[in-house]
């Protein structure tokens, strides 16, 4: 298993990306091709002979190399843009070993438009998707959920949806090893009949499909854990996204300021240290490294651009296991039982 | 002043609602007309009884009136449907008291499209709005935000979206005395270019508007405090309200778990106690009562269904809080330099 990690993305630099590649070659033993600037990459790489000489199951200098780029895709850059004219750059270079099969996986904690542009230009869509898109797993009070689309695609048809459904469906499987996932449409009430004009016509698709559908499910519904996939618009995802970010950070910080305010509280904080900790562990978005990139023709893990090495890490394990798992496929199988939907590319 | 008080809604009941009335009446001194079932309202007054003829600034025993209705439009019923057919609803009764200028705002806990519909049918829209709305109150990091629609508008047009934070603006200096209150378009990257047809139609017009508009926010912004108002289409606006109010409470619980783990952090737990109150109190819905119903010709405040006493107390605060400041004049003086877009009901 060999995966090619963009290693000139994220906001924490090459050093860390680096560092979680050089973790997932010990601890998984899978092969890693580093994309980026060559002496960079080099020098990062220097630092970690010792530790990938050393790794318990024996050296794994081997397992490492480097694919020199001399171009970046910035993240304020338009990712069509970018990645049409950087022909050189590390993003764009990855995709192109996965489509000529040098690598299996791509991860990548870059610019995410450009990471979906230069994935479909370079191994393309999957055959009957319209659409390819994000997903994001969210922590619950049970399992992990799975929401697509995230963020790159905002004005969506009933058929993108009822697509995204299929794909998130698959990757649960894929993943969570969940043979059934439940899929909930987000909406803003329980009955078919609520929502807006888009949910209206994707539940008609859901309540025909193969998918194990539950219905509309609201906002309230994200972390309780009583639904596997939520499918919703790129737009109201990313939202969700962003704002349970925001609120988990806010609600910190306001729990922060208020036990800073006398010597008793402070002392409450320190005998409860183990359990914030542990609240911590369970919502860290770095457990799972990043969301998939679904609906492209080959595998892709997109990460948060701050993405210490833990996240990186995860993210070439769950790439891996995308690809073990033959997750595409699965895709592909049961598109087809929905025949008329898995029309052409744009034809939609 | 005097209010009408819808107090047949609620997941609480009546009794919940009108030891609401009652306390809005002994500690503002306004005058409140409970609408509902009239040896319901008898028996809860009642008990009330008391405390109303020994409030500190004296009997208030003739603050607080009934006025029988012997319909309630359900929560699960259809809004309008309910409201066209029940003509002797609590609800409809108490916005033909507003509109028959017996009362001067109008409260309730019931169904929310109900409110709003029963509003449309009895006192109409304001001059100009095409669509009336619900605006929420979220907290922050520092003063509260004003989101606007929250669930009663699915499927907006830009104008749409311009008016929402024109009335939303209104409210702001109303309410919390914001002279030029920061008005953010709720979108998925900061640029004016990102966002769905919906947004950048709407980041247009705002951007050529007399309002104090800062450009898109997006889901992360909701907490930070940075932003006053806040727009979105009713979808958006209602999945980020029941998402917040979910999220806040899997953490909740999440943390509670954790700490019922050991014996440390029991007693912890034990020590930082004021600190969780205080922040519970930070982020408590029912300071501000509810969020009013923009738009129309009166004014009316929604409450969440599960509002306790201090709730609903507060929210006939602010109802008259919005009549005093003369809120709905403030909407139609901002209207008029957009005068293009003031366009009739429906011509939109």
């Given at each position: 298993m060999r995966i090619a990690l963009d290693a000139m993305g994220g906001d924490y630099g090459s050093q860390?990306?680096?560092?979680?590649a050089v973790q997932a070659v010990c601890e998984f033993g899978?092969?890693?091709?580093?994309?980026?600037?060559r002496q960079v990459l080099q020098e990062a790489l220097a630092r970690h002979r010792a530790q990938l000489d050393g790794c318990p199951s024996g050296s794994r200098l081997?397992?490492?190399?480097?694919?020199?780029?001399?171009?970046?895709?910035?993240?304020?850059?338009?990712p069509m843009e970018g990645v049409r004219r950087k022909k050189d750059s590390s993003i764009r270079v990855a995709f192109q070993l996965l489509h000529q099969g040098e690598v299996q996986g791509v991860v990548s904690?870059?610019?995410?438009?450009?990471?979906?542009?230069?994935?479909?230009?370079?191994?393309?869509?999957?055959?009957?998707?319209?659409?390819?898109g994000i997903a994001g797993i969210f922590p619950t009070l049970k399992k992990p959920l799975v929401v697509m689309d995230v963020g790159a695609n905002v004005d969506c048809r009933p058929q993108h949806l009822y697509q995204f459904a299929v794909m998130a469906t698959a990757?649960?499987?894929?993943?969570?090893g969940i043979e059934e996932p439940r899929v909930g449409l987000l909406s803003i009430g329980e009955e078919g009949g609520?929502?807006?004009?888009?949910?209206?016509?994707?539940?008609?698709?859901?309540?025909?499909?193969?998918?194990?559908?539950?219905?509309?499910?609201?906002?309230r519904d994200f972390f309780r854990g009583e639904v596997d996939v939520m499918v919703c618009d790129g737009f109201v995802g990313n939202i969700c996204l962003k704002l349970s970010e925001g609120l988990a950070e806010a609600l910190v910080a306001m729990l922060r300021e208020e036990l800073s305010k006398s010597l008793t509280s402070k002392v409450g904080y320190l005998l409860t240290k183990t359990a914030y900790a542990n609240l911590r562990r369970r919502t860290d978005y770095a457990e799972y490294g990043g969301g998939p990139l679904l609906g492209v023709d080959g595998t892709g893990i997109i990460c948060h651009g701050?993405?210490?090495?833990?996240?990186?890490?995860?993210?070439?394990?769950?790439?891996?296991?995308?690809?073990?798992?033959?997750?595409?496929?699965?895709?592909?199988?049961?598109?087809?039982?929905?025949?008329?939907?898995?029309?052409?590319?744009?034809?939609?």
């Open positions: 860390e990306l680096v560092a979680g899978h092969q890693v091709v580093l994309l980026g600037d081997n397992h490492i190399s480097i694919v020199p780029t001399t171009q970046v895709v910035g993240m304020d850059e338009s904690a870059g610019n995410s438009g450009a990471t979906l542009a230069a994935a479909v230009k370079e191994v393309g869509r999957l055959q009957g998707i319209s659409r390819p990757f649960s499987r894929a993943l969570f609520k929502g807006n004009a888009l949910v209206k016509g994707a539940h008609d698709l859901l309540s025909h499909s193969v998918l194990r559908y539950i219905g509309n499910v609201e906002g701050r993405s210490n090495a833990t996240a990186i890490k995860n993210a070439i394990r769950v790439a891996a296991e995308l690809v073990q798992n033959k997750m595409n496929d699965r895709i592909l199988e049961m598109l087809v039982p929905a025949e008329p939907l898995s029309v052409a590319p744009d034809g939609v």
